[in-house]
T-cell receptor
Framework: AQSVAQPEDQVNVAEGNPLTVKCTYS??????LFWYVQYPNRGLQFLLK??????LVKGSYGFEAEFNKSQTSFHLKKPSALVSDSALYFC????????????FGAGTTVTVRA | DAGITQSPRHKVTETGTPVTLRCHQT?????MYWYRQDPGHGLRLIHY???????DKGEVSDGYSVSRSKTEDFLLTLESATSSQTSVYFC????????????FGPGTRLTVL
């Protein structure tokens, strides 16, 4: 079985400070990993994904994520947070051996204060 | 949300009534999915489709059925709605499996009284 854990329900940061949203996963074999963002009353928007290769993945809106195989983590980061980054963030994993199913974490609410 | 529409966007219904939600895409993607979103659970897959008339169950399929008669349309039916099916329902599409990301519609908020 595959699963995703987002250990923090909420993350609060001041504008201009670094933002980190944590994600750990469990899957058999090598994973495909994804980050999505959801703004209020909207659908999920794709931010970035890890497929293979470079462990540091860059995505939309200045976000990046680092894949760490030994720690089975895929933390989302942004060097300088904006108030407009306040949203709900989801990490998701898919196994390469069962590549229909995409499993989501419960989500982390990010609040960036001015 | 571009290229994916869901209808209705909001619906209130009563226990025991059938409900059908529609997802329509203009991207010509092969794969379509139905998820439900509930607090503390993230998104959970209900059913998915890998082509016209080709569908399969997800992890929370009990009480739901789907149909796909055209590439662009994927219907989700609650055969006899229950209060536990009160949720926000999202449709998603993707070009392929594996490394392909999914793109999500705007969602349908369903309340079953």
């Amino acid at each position: 079985a595959q699963s995703v854990a987002q250990p923090e329900d909420q993350v609060n940061v001041a504008e201009g400070n670094p933002l980190t949203v944590k994600c750990t996963y469990s899957v058999s074999g090598n994973p495909y990993l994804f980050w999505y963002v959801q703004y209020p009353n909207r659908g999920l928007q794709f931010l970035l994904k890890y497929i293979t290769g470079d462990n540091l993945v860059k995505g939309s809106y200045g976000f990046e994520a680092e894949f760490n195989k030994s720690q089975t983590s895929f933390h989302l980061k942004k060097p300088s947070a904006l108030v407009s980054d306040s949203a709900l963030y989801f990490c998701a994993v898919r196994s390469r051996s069962n590549d229909y199913k995409l499993s989501f974490g419960a989500g982390t609410t990010v609040t960036v204060r001015a | 949300d571009a290229g994916i529409t869901q209808s209705p966007r909001h619906k209130v219904t009563e226990t025991g009534t059938p409900v059908t939600l529609r997802c329509h895409q203009t991207e010509n993607h092969r794969y379509m999915y139905w998820y439900r979103q509930d607090p503390g659970h993230g998104l959970r897959l209900i059913h998915y489709s890998y082509g016209v008339k080709d569908t399969d169950k997800g992890e929370v399929s009990d009480g739901y059925s789907v149909s796909r008669s055209k590439t662009e349309d994927f219907l989700l039916t609650l055969e006899s709605a229950t209060s536990s099916q009160t949720s926000v329902y999202f449709c998603a599409i993707s070009e392929g499996r594996g490394q392909n990301e999914q793109f999500f519609g705007p969602g349908t908020r369903l309340t079953v009284l």
